[in-house]
């Protein structure tokens, strides 16, 4: 499938399938009311000091996440109705799509841990603990200057030193640029991972890092950073049109309830039918 059509036909496919939209925004609006009222009646039971309002705040999160994990099981069925090219979107399954979302949160945290852990190792290699360490030193000394000032005899101390914040600077310089690098091609991964999930539904299959590696290839790198990147686009020029809409009108900022889900259902359609030149 060409990129262009990909875009469009997966722009056009929340529209073509209102109903489970209109499902897939209320479940994400019980979501919001489970967690939010969890959150407060956390907040309210710290404040009166009464132990109920802990539990049933518990209990309020605890729901959330469930449902949570069930908008996520079926975002994956989104992307599998991509990959198998039908107009339809899925129904709703909920022992399924919770277990699938369970599913994809294990490949986002696999997919995710690998870069986290190898920023961890370049942050030592480069000796940022040391250096910040070598820099707290440094100023824990500054305050000396104040009693060597008033004090003829004393030598004065000198402070924090332009050394010491350049090679800092240039450790966590060097560190987050391979940290970005690491993590958008490890977010191209995750999203072959995905993909290979919806797939074939094996979760072994999904966290194969080297076939999703592959995958990329087998699609045509070009391809796939390119359909990525428009997805992308066209997602972030939405929300600047509306971010800037809802500054202007304030009320109208309630518009997010249904357009964020809609771009949910374009991105995992367009994933879907990108997978599916190799599925």
Do not use: C
């Not at 107009?87 to 369970?102: R, Y």
Request: aromatic share 10%.
């Amino acid at each position: 499938m060409e990129i262009m059509d990909i875009i469009k036909e997966a722009f056009l496919f929340p529209s073509q399938n209102l109903e489970k939209l209109a499902i897939y925004i209320v479940i994400t609006f019980v979501v919001g009311i489970l967690i939010g009222g969890g959150v407060i009646l956390t907040a309210f039971g710290a404040y009166a000091g009464e132990f109920i309002y802990v539990i049933l705040s518990v209990i309020l999160i605890i729901l959330g996440i469930i449902v949570s994990f069930i908008i996520s099981g079926y975002q994956l069925g989104i992307l599998k109705s991509g990959i198998d090219q039908v107009p339809e979107a899925p129904s709703f399954d909920w022992k399924n799509d919770m277990i699938n979302g369970v599913k994809m949160l294990i490949v986002s945290i696999v997919y995710f841990i690998i870069p986290m852990i190898i920023t961890l190792i370049i942050a030592l290699i480069t000796n940022i603990p040391g250096q910040f360490i070598d820099l707290f030193e440094q100023a824990a000394v500054a305050p000396a200057n104040v009693t060597a000032a008033t004090n003829a005899t004393a030598p004065i101390v000198s402070g924090v030193s332009d050394a010491a914040i350049a090679a800092l600077g240039t450790s966590i310089a060097i560190t987050a640029i391979i940290a970005a690098v690491l993590f958008i091609i490890f977010a191209f991964l995750h999203t072959m991972g995905e993909s290979r999930l919806a797939n074939t539904g094996s979760l072994g299959e999904a966290l194969n890092i080297p076939e999703a590696f592959k995958d990329i290839t087998r699609i045509g790198v070009g391809k796939v950073v390119a359909v990525i990147i428009l997805m992308i686009v066209v997602v972030s020029v939405i929300s600047g049109i509306l971010g800037y809409i809802y500054g202007q009108v304030p009320q109208l900022s309630i518009l997010s309830v249904i357009v964020t889900p809609y771009l949910t259902f374009f991105a995992q359609r367009a994933t879907g039918l990108l997978y599916s030149d190799i599925a």
